[in-house]
């Protein structure tokens, strides 16, 4: 039992079921057999997104999941696998490293006991020695930030990831560090993209970041791309959690530009009989233009389609004025529908029972049913006293105080609790 749940549990981790570390890949060969593997290339992946390939030179059974050490520059470093197979390749390839001329380091082992419990006080380190190194960098007036340090599984070297607008010469830095923390120190400068990335983090559209997840390359993005797309040049709506332009904004930038070829020019203004009209704002997919009579403010809105517009154009460069803007009739703006409770799903009393009326009669009849050649007699007051009713006849039911008579005592005057007919 305790083995079908080690398999389940590892295979949990290796069909990436849940993302167990930034830059995830879902390995859609997984199912295959094992000498389905052409290739003994690995991905391993450290601290963050920082990831590497690797040669499996000893032949070792390695499945995605394993803690492996590897070689380094000096000592050894431990890390995970993440993909193995064929899919390797194709990240290679996906990243422009070429098979035949990239130097591989080679795999040694799985890691041992004793390599793990070096590796966690080196990740235990990292932390404080991050915020120590701010400190040094600080006291000696270094224009830079550090990011993130990530120290090597054999504890013999340590990463320091910082950002910097202008080149910073830090050799008093290293100097100071390396007799700080005893270790070999290494810089190195990224982007503040990527420095999100190996943070990570939730983005406004409520999924983790691009660059945390599936983003490697960082295309520079520019304000244009807000301008192409119609969206409102507001800076705190289009930077990301880097301070930067969000990175999705050149995701449909083709698309609207493919869209925008045949749209006329928006400084272009359309002179009618009743005015001028200047542009106001575009749909692209609809192919529908507003235009305003004032060329500040939104005054007397005219929607028109693409066509018209180009129709209109061209009769003002012959020098002729249209009589309308708009030859089809202008559609009512419609108000968005809003949320309506309509089939009472939402109501907290629809799980309490209802209660059920029950049916009084006005009088009691006589002798328990009344006579089927007898007519109801009209409702009245005086039914109420019961006026009407014959000498010997019970009193009438009181609505008021409603007494229930016992079931033996219903069976004594017959049937259900009602006298015999006779």
């Known amino acids: 039992m305790e083995e079908v749940i080690q398999d389940t549990e590892k295979k949990g981790c290796s069909g990436c079921a849940s993302r167990c570390g930034k830059l995830n890949v879902y390995d859609w060969l997984d199912d295959l057999p094992a000498n389905m593997n052409t290739t003994d290339i690995v991905e391993i992946q450290f601290k963050n997104t920082r990831k590497g390939y690797y040669r499996n030179s000893n032949g070792l059974r390695i499945e995605k999941g394993d803690v492996v050490a590897v070689e380094a520059s000096p000592g050894h470093d431990i890390g995970t696998v993440t993909l193995t197979g064929e899919l390797v390749l ?53 224009d830079m930030k550090i990011g993130d340090v990530e120290y090597q599984g054999d504890k013999t070297k340590a990463i320091f990831y910082y950002i910097a607008d202008e080149r910073v010469d830090f050799r008093q830095l290293i100097k100071v560090l390396a007799e700080t923390f005893r270790v070999r120190i290494e810089m190195r400068q990224i982007g503040a993209r990527q420095e999100a990335g190996r943070i990570g983090g939730i983005g406004p559209c409520g999924r983790e970041l691009c660059c945390s997840t599936w983003m490697t390359n960082f295309v520079s993005v ?24 969000k990175c999705c904004l050149n995701y449909e930038l083709d698309a609207y530009i493919d869209a925008q070829q045949d749209f006329p020019k928006t400084n272009i203004v359309l002179e009618t009989v009743d005015g001028n009209y200047y542009h106001f704002k575009t749909d692209i997919f609809s192919r529908t233009m507003w235009y305003s009579t004032d060329k500040d403010i939104p005054a007397g809105i005219v929607t028109v389609s693409v066509d018209r517009v180009k129709e209109v154009i061209r009769q003002n460069r012959k020098g002729k004025k249209v009589e309308r803007l708009a030859n ?44 089927p ?44 609790g009602q006298n015999k007919k006779e």
């Open 90 to 142: 194709l990240q290679m390839k996906k990243h422009n490293i070429k098979l035949d001329t990239f130097e591989f380091k080679r795999v040694y082992r799985k890691a041992k006991p004793v390599d793990i419990e070096k590796w966690d006080e080196a990740r235990a380190l990292e932390h404080e020695t991050m915020l120590e190194s701010r400190r040094i960098a600080e006291r000696l007036k270094l």
């Open 222 to 245: 520019t304000t244009n791309a807000a301008r192409y797309q119609e969206i409102s040049l507001n800076p705190q709506k289009l930077a990301g959690q880097c301070g930067k332009l």
């Open 328 to 371: 089809e009739v202008q559609k009512p703006l419609v108000a968005e529908p809003t949320y309506d409770n309509v089939i009472g799903q939402e109501s907290l009393t629809r799980f309490d029972e209802q209660k059920k009326k029950r049916r009084r009669n006005s009088r009691r009849k006589n002798g328990g049913q009344q006579k």
């Open 373 to 416: 050649d007898a007519k109801p007699e009209a409702k009245t007051s005086d039914n109420k006293q019961g006026a009407s009713q014959p000498a010997g006849a019970k009193k009438p039911f009181n609505k008021s105080k409603r007494r229930f008579r016992p079931n033996n005592q219903r069976k004594q005057q017959g049937g259900n």
